[in-house]
């Protein structure tokens, strides 16, 4: 790990020349593939599968950005990080974006100079007890061992509401989502702490999921979104549109299934043609083809496919939309008009 | 016209830069040295243009900030509202403590083993070698993370000792061995006991002057002092006496089980456990090959020159090899203590929070200074290894040969 660190430093002081310049859409375009930092496994958001293909929620928004710029949802290269590295790698230049369910944050968007580019998944931090703990809020929890990943904003959150609710815990730093659940397992921790949908996603992957309970806490907020560097807006605009064309997508209707035939000819609805690039010049402005948001939706199925098809209630995960769906329908997901 | 040829001129020339061998050396260092720093300030012009360039500065400030984070073994008091400074400062001691820790257990375990390794015995010298040959050949990483798996899955947790009839049980009542580590009873020290632990440590102070004495006297006169039964006696008289006189002033809290964990007593963390005695095994090993090659450096002839003149093996080991040994193993026994304080920065790999962990991990991650925490990490390993180089290098100059 200190060798990350150090080859981190090192390349922010060396490899720094080519980022302040550079625009990194001609870069990506130049490349022909798009860097996209993603977790290092988490299954639904981020993990290989058997054949070593990356799936899940976090990597359909990778998979988007560069069906949009290339038309082609396979040139991605992803990219690992854990929460310590994955800063680094961004400001760095090693990869492009990052898709890794990383909580906004003003100190993040503001002194570590990143760009969140939107949120695509409203998140928050939970723990998870095994059932015969005995343990029915997370106020029992005093004089608790709890394992949790270290460079995340759920080590501060935690110290915040053990220290708020006045009692003591030992924490037990660790790296990976996969140590924790390791950890977490063979009893070295009592309590298992991350955003809910991680742990929810980690359950899904234990052996026997019922003898595990979410306890009903919600400690923090924990807007999840991918992110950009600061400063090279036109790329910002790649990203953020590319989500919130998925987000539009979903609202008006158009799927996978349906988005060549909608494509093909204008509909009678104006922002669905503009959406998807029959008419008026929404492409070209970011810099890329008309048929960039087709093209972005056809790789993985608009918004609301992604989450059921990676997270969804009857993926083993078994997320409910709750906060994450649309504003139409009660919840926050919502994206400025495409006009 | 003259037949003496002139003395060669004194005058310089500008080509004698490289033709003359007393000065083509002192051009080329020039030369070199120019070019790194050359190369240096380029680096850091770099650095420092593209740092303005992003928008970034260098400042240490963050150091006084709250850390937010909290920290499981804390030396010295801290909390979570303790300073990023603070935070580092309990990471410099746990670095300093598993430190301390490896350096004398691997030492110990280094001198039995090269000792051992040069026995007689076929068994005990083969033993030796596979355990040299097995330690210093696998990563150190590797080590570390096995030992601290086999604890995690293979010791219970503290659940297990829960219960009328609990499926673990405590050593003694008084140790518990569980896969968050290691809980031992905790000296309790009242009003007297420091006087106790004052005595015990006059009496150590007394036991080398006594030795010392005894040493000087069979130099002079050639009268042998008996030294295994006064040191015994000075070793355990003086404390118990005390001890018992003041009251017993120094009682044990024992560890119990309360809530989800044992508290009281003292904790030795899994991860400082696995840490430290991965370090110690693994450097051991080289400390074992450091030991057997000092010995063997020392000339057959010493031993039997040192056996003709009736010297048991015990006193040929003591007084004739190993003060002449120790010359050619102090050297290479620094290297070793260096490469246990900076391999002890793998600790994270544990979760150990070492400085590594603290300064280099979580504090560089939250305020995002990391050229910042890299440079404060560089100090503190200069300036922990040239510290350790000091003192073994005092150590060193007062066994080595004195030549006069």
């Not at chain 2, 405590?170 to 905790?186: Q, S």
């Not at chain 2, 309360?258 to 090993?285: E, M, P």
Request: glycine letters at 10%.
């Amino acid at each position: 790990m200190k060798k990350t660190v150090l080859f981190g430093a090192l390349t922010v002081a060396g490899l720094a020349a080519g980022m302040a310049s550079a625009a990194t859409l001609d870069d990506v375009k130049a490349r022909g593939s798009l860097n996209c930092g993603v977790t290092t496994g988490l299954v639904g958001f981020a993990s290989p599968d058997a054949n070593g293909v990356w799936d899940g929620f976090d990597v359909g928004v990778c998979r988007a950005v560069a069906a949009a710029i290339f038309g082609d949802p396979t040139a991605v290269e992803f990219v690992p990080t854990t929460g310590k590295t994955r800063f680094t790698a961004l400001a760095s230049g090693e990869i492009d974006m990052l898709a890794r369910n990383t909580t906004w944050t003003f100190s993040r968007d503001v002194d570590l100079k990143f760009e969140f580019t939107g949120v695509n998944y409203y998140d928050g931090q939970g723990f998870l007890v095994p059932k015969d703990l005995g343990v029915s809020s997370a106020k029992d929890l005093d004089g608790a061992t709890v394992c949790i990943q270290t460079g995340t904003t759920t080590e501060l959150n935690l110290a915040d509401f053990f220290r708020s609710n006045n009692i003591s815990y030992d924490p037990v730093p660790i790296e990976t989502n996969a140590e924790g659940q390791q950890q977490y397992l063979a009893g070295a921790c009592d309590v298992y702490t991350t955003d809910a949908s991680g742990l929810a996603s980690t359950r899904a992957a234990f052996e026997n999921p019922g003898d595990h309970v979410l306890l009903p806490e919600i400690i923090s907020k924990e807007p999840l979104g991918p992110l950009v560097r600061h400063g090279d807006n036109d790329w910002g605009d790649v990203v953020r549109w590319t989500l919130n064309a998925l987000i539009t997508a979903e609202e008006l209707g158009v799927t996978s299934a349906n988005v060549s035939d909608l494509s093909a000819a204008p509909t009678d609805n104006p922002e669905v043609n503009r959406l998807l690039g029959t008419e008026g010049e929404l492409g070209a402005m970011l810099g890329l083809e008309a048929d960039w948001a087709k093209n972005a939706i056809a790789a993985g199925g608009n918004y609301g496919e992604l989450f059921e098809k990676n997270i969804g209630e009857n993926t083993p995960i078994g997320l409910a939309r709750g906060l994450n769906a649309q504003w139409t329908e009660g919840g926050l997901i919502y994206s400025p008009p495409f006009r | 016209m003259t037949s003496i040829t002139d003395p060669p001129q004194g005058s310089f020339r500008l080509s004698m830069l490289i033709n003359d061998t007393r000065y083509r050396s002192y051009t080329f260092q020039f030369i070199a040295l120019v070019a790194l720093i050359g190369f240096m300030a380029y680096l850091g012009m770099n650095l420092v243009r593209n740092l303005t360039a992003a928008g970034l500065n260098i400042s240490f400030d963050f150091l006084g900030d709250p850390a937010g984070y909290d920290i499981n073994q804390r030396p010295i008091e801290y909390d979570s509202q303790s300073s990023h400074l603070r935070a580092s400062t309990v990471g410099i001691i746990n670095t300093l403590i598993v430190a301390f820790l490896a350096c004398v257990t691997a030492t110990i375990f280094g001198v039995i083993a090269g000792v051992l390794r040069l026995s007689n015995n076929w068994v005990v010298s083969k033993l030796m070698a596979i355990y040299v040959e097995m330690f210093r050949n696998v990563p150190v990483l590797i080590w570390i993370i096995i030992i601290f798996s086999i604890m995690t899955v293979s010791m219970p947790s503290p659940r297990a000792f829960r219960g009328d009839d609990p499926s673990s049980s405590m050593l003694f009542d008084a140790f518990a061995f569980t896969n968050r580590g290691v809980y031992i009873p905790k000296p309790v020290f009242d009003s007297g006991g420091w006087i106790v632990v004052a005595v015990f440590i006059l009496s150590v102070i007394g036991i080398f002057a006594y030795r010392r004495y005894a040493t000087k006297k069979l130099y002079a006169t050639g009268q042998l002092l008996p030294t295994f039964w006064p040191t015994v006696a000075m070793f355990f008289v003086p404390v118990l006496l005390f001890y018992f006189i003041l009251g017993r002033p120094i009682t044990l809290e024992y560890p119990s089980l309360q809530g989800f964990n044992f508290k009281d007593g003292i904790q030795l963390r899994g991860s400082l456990i696995a840490l430290w005695f991965a370090l110690a095994i693994y450097t051991g090993a080289f400390i074992a090959e450091n030991v057997r090659a000092g010995i063997q450096a020392i000339s057959k002839g010493q031993t039997e020159a040192a056996a003709s003149l009736g010297l048991r093996p015990g006193r040929i080991m003591n007084l004739v090899i190993l003060p002449q040994a120790l010359r050619v193993i102090i050297p290479p026994l620094i290297s070793q203590y260096l490469n246990i304080t900076k391999n002890s920065s793998l600790a994270i790999a544990v979760g150990y929070m070492d400085v590594t962990a603290t300064l280099g991990g979580i504090t560089l991650n939250q305020t995002g200074r990391a050229i910042e925490a890299v440079l404060l990490l560089m100090l503190f390993y200069l300036t922990i290894s040239l510290l350790i180089s000091a003192v073994m290098n005092v150590y060193n100059n007062s066994v080595k040969l004195k030549e006069r």
